[in-house]
Nanobody, 124 residues
């Protein structure tokens, strides 16, 4: 069993910054890839960014240049630094993981572990 827990969400004004964290607990993977998705009310869950075990990253076009992924493998943590936030970034942000450790794709169906989400609200 693997549990993912997100933290760091909150309310911020447009142009501000937040850093989200995802912590893995329980029986964790030896190698795995992790990603962030987000879901606004009434909308589908969309890809934000992903990072493979090797460190390769993939970002949605809407967040390129503003969001940065990083990970601390020894602590089973992944971070999403969000800068220059826009009102359009308002959503519930979810952490996801897959044992496909070379994968850093955008397909949510390829990730089989999910956190419960953390809310991010950006005021305009």
């Amino acid at each position: 069993q693997v549990q993912l827990v997100e933290s760091g969400g909150g309310l911020v004004q447009a142009g501000g910054s937040l850093r989200l964290a995802c912590s893995a607990s329980g029986r964790t993977f030896t190698r795995y890839s992790m990603a962030w998705f987000r879901q606004a009310p009434g909308k589908e869950r969309d890809f934000v960014a992903a990072i493979s075990w090797s460190g390769a990253t993939n970002y949605a076009d809407s967040v390129k240049g503003r969001f940065t992924l990083s990970r601390d493998v020894t602590k089973n943590l992944v971070y999403l630094q969000m800068n220059s936030l826009k009102a359009e970034d308002t959503a519930d942000y979810y952490c996801a993981a897959t044992q496909r450790w070379l994968y850093y794709g955008a397909n949510r169906n390829d990730y089989n572990y999910w956190g419960q989400g953390t809310q991010v609200t950006v005021s305009s």
